[in-house]
């Protein structure tokens, strides 16, 4: 096996008395898609919240490819990372939003070039070539001059996918992202990210409550519940026959609804 690109040792997160984590322990190796799902305030967002370092953590040790997060090694011993180090460990990932988090006052091109000029330094001209051309890849090449207000959630959020790849980040994290729309525009939505998970090797890690879409891109399943992992597996394994009680209770309530 070779080396996780995510890893979650004994991982608890606690806000005021509740404990969100507890204990979390799960790994993701490069290039896989893994999907998320449990029941609402299971803890499925603040994973991912924690590695785009929007949270923190109160105990245990989170890697991206082998590098502590939000420890740096000081003298063989970890101390809490200073953000330089944050700065440097965020640059490996992406996240796409369930509201977009769009900036409202720039263009879509603007959107998309506003990081990859600030953060990682590219020239203008190269920062405009590769929004163009992710723009292209999400269908929204003519959208570019608008701003985030004149287009539909669909498209927005098309947008907040093309720019978190503009910063050519390692791993792609996607929070819900068709929860905030109508139903008619999730297909174009789910159509990207699929493109996405079939022609690159990116590694994905996705929360969704599309059960049908989770089970056709995934390789793995991580089913949460009480800030653990009650079960994981294959789509085939967890919807076919999950073991635990707990998860035919869940997949039955989502699909029931669905
Ligand atoms: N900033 C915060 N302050 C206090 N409590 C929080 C905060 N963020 C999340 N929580 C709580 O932590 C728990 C887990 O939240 P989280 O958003 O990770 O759940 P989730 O599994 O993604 O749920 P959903 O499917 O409803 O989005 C919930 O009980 C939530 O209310």
């Known amino acids: 096996m070779t080396q996780p690109i995510i890893e979650f040792e004994n991982v608890v997160k606690r806000f005021g008395p509740v404990t969100v984590l507890d204990r979390l322990n799960f790994s993701v190796q490069p290039g896989e898609k893994v999907t998320i799902i449990g029941p609402s305030g299971s803890g499925k967002s603040t994973v991912l919240r924690i590695l785009m370092t929007l949270e923190t953590i109160d105990d245990g040790i989170v ?18 990372a200073g953000e330089a180090h944050l700065r440097h460990m965020r640059e490996k990932l992406g996240m796409v939003f369930q509201n977009f988090n769009l900036f409202p006052h720039m263009t879509v091109r603007r959107n998309l070039t506003e990081a990859p ?39 927005q959020q098309r947008v907040g996918i093309a720019r978190a790849l503009a910063m050519r980040p390692k791993v792609m994290l996607f929070d819900e992202p068709t929860s905030a729309l109508d139903p008619e525009l999730v297909g174009d939505v789910l159509n990207v990210i699929r493109q996405l998970a079939e022609e690159h090797d990116l590694t994905m890690l996705l929360v969704t409550h599309e059960m049908r879409f989770a089970r056709e891109i995934s390789d793995r399943i991580l089913f ?26 869940f997949l039955k309530a989502v699909l029931d609804n669905g």
Not at 64 to 70: A, M, Q, R, T
Not at 123 to 141: Q, T, W
């Open 117 to 155: 000029r600030t953060v990682l330094g590219l020239p203008k001209a190269e920062a405009n070539d590769r929004a163009e051309e992710l723009l292209d890849m999400v269908g929204l090449v003519d959208q570019a001059d608008k701003f985030p207000g004149q287009l539909s959630g669909g498209q």
């Open 63 to 80: 890697r991206v490819e082998g590098e502590p997060l939000w420890h740096e090694e000081s003298g063989g011993e970890l101390k809490p």
């Open 224 to 249: 949460f519940d009480g800030g653990t992992i009650c079960e994981e597996g294959t789509p085939a394994t967890i919807f076919g026959e999950p073991k635990q009680e707990r998860t035919r209770e």
